[in-house]
């Protein structure tokens, strides 16, 4: 570890600094330390996630419980644990944040976790979704997702189609083997067959071999999860030219192969592919509509909400409601006691941070990628369009 980071971290253990947040509380503003991906290949995770704060203060404002919120933005470029950890002991040592957020991925999170626990300092996850995340500190409240949750709905839906026998392709990195794990328990559970799987780099987007193998195995369904940016247009593209439709083969997977701000590069390709996600930026309620209008307009690109636009404007949702119920007390133990337990209505629907386990309750929606035209949430005049609602099993 560099000497500085060691000098960080047995700073932490001071009881000085343990004093942070208590003596932070009790100025007027309250800081909200943000790691997250603000530049290189994942930059598309942070801007979402500071177009979704952006947001959701142009909606509510910028001061809650006689206090003003600031948010201090730290970029951690992607993956990359021993940064992510030092970047958060800065916040809290040098920039004295009452509140740590943001996390695109889950080493990320994992990394500072130890941090939040020793300064006692909430961290509020904005999109890592590793099952199991939030036992890793009394100080983590997550408001994206966890994939353990999000899919075995649609392992159950599949089968009910007619779907039977399926192959299984996903992304070889944690969440993956989560994806993996969650589909074919539920999808045998459910009375269906996994024929086969494969785990392919998290960054490839050449698919020709694995898929050649799919078409030639026959499965009624091919289930998949990889990431967006170059890698699921490239799948998708793939999928069409190997001719897997045309042979039978449907395509499903969770929400991260047509996330909203690929749907442009994945085109026509993505036609008829059926996902499972906690949000789409066409959820039909007033209050998305609203929040996907504010997020077009504010947003660098101008690109629709996903599920990390969301789930920034969600976490931000769930700070106010926090300080709210303390009053503006902002230690560490009144404000986690305070977030746990919060419900409030998201633009995806109803959400809850469970009151023991800091994890977030929320529906799940199967949807269809379909023409849509332009309207807010579209990207390319396609959008994915729910047509079924999985309401949580806790």
């Known amino acids: 570890m560099h000497a500085f980071s060691r000098k960080l971290a047995g700073g932490l253990l001071a009881a000085g600094v343990f ?3 208590s003596a932070a509380a009790a100025e007027e503003v309250i800081k909200i330390g943000f790691v997250g991906e603000m530049s290189g290949s994942f930059a598309e995770f942070g801007r979402q996630m500071q177009t979704g704060i952006r947001a959701y203060q142009k909606q509510h404002g910028d001061t809650v419980a006689g206090k003003r919120i600031e948010v201090v933005y730290r970029d951690v470029g992607g993956p990359k644990p021993e940064l992510a950890k030092r970047l958060a002991q800065e916040l809290v040592v040098r920039d004295k944040v009452q509140v740590l957020a943001g996390f695109g991925f889950t080493p990320n999170a994992a990394a500072v976790a130890p941090v939040a626990t020793e300064a006692k300092v909430p961290m509020v996850v904005m999109n890592a979704a590793a099952g199991g995340l939030t036992k890793l500190s009394p100080y983590m ?8 949750d999000m899919v075995p709905p649609i392992a159950e839906w599949a089968v009910k189609q007619g779907y039977k026998r399926a192959y299984v392709l996903v ?4 969440p993956g083997l989560d994806v993996e794990a969650a589909f074919m328990s539920a999808y045998k559970k459910a009375g269906g067959e996994v024929i086969g799987n494969v785990r392919v780099p998290m960054t490839t987007v050449e698919f020709a071999p694995y898929l050649q193998k799919v078409k030639d195995l026959k499965p009624d369904v091919l289930f998949s999860f990889v990431n967006a940016g170059d890698v699921s247009p490239a799948f998708m593209k793939e999928f069409r030219a190997r001719g897997l439709d045309q042979a039978g083969i449907k395509l499903i997977g969770t929400g991260d192969i047509v996330m909203e701000n690929s749907l ?3 085109g026509d390709n993505g036609l008829g592919v059926v996902s499972v996600y906690p949000y789409s930026a066409l959820h039909g309620s007033e209050l998305n509509q609203r929040f996907a209008r504010d997020f077009v307009e504010l947003g660098e690109k101008h690109e629709p909400p996903t599920i990390m636009g969301v789930a920034a404007y969600d976490g931000m949702a769930a700070i106010y409601a926090a300080l709210r119920k303390t009053g503006g007390k902002a230690d560490g133990e009144s404000l986690m006691a305070a977030l746990k337990g919060v419900s409030f209505e998201s633009p995806r629907g109803p959400l809850t941070i469970d009151a023991t386990t800091g ?14 035209g332009t309207v807010a949430g ?3 005049g396609l959008g994915n369009v729910e047509f079924e609602t999985f309401a949580p099993a806790r």
């Open 19 to 21: 004093a942070v947040a």
């Open 141 to 148: 409240a997550r408001v994206s997702f966890t994939y353990p």
């Open 171 to 174: 992304a070889d990195y944690a």
């Open 264 to 266: 442009k590069a994945i």
């Open 359 to 372: 994890d977030v309750v929320q529906n799940h929606y199967i949807r269809r990628l379909e023409k849509v």
């Open 378 to 380: 579209a990207e390319g």
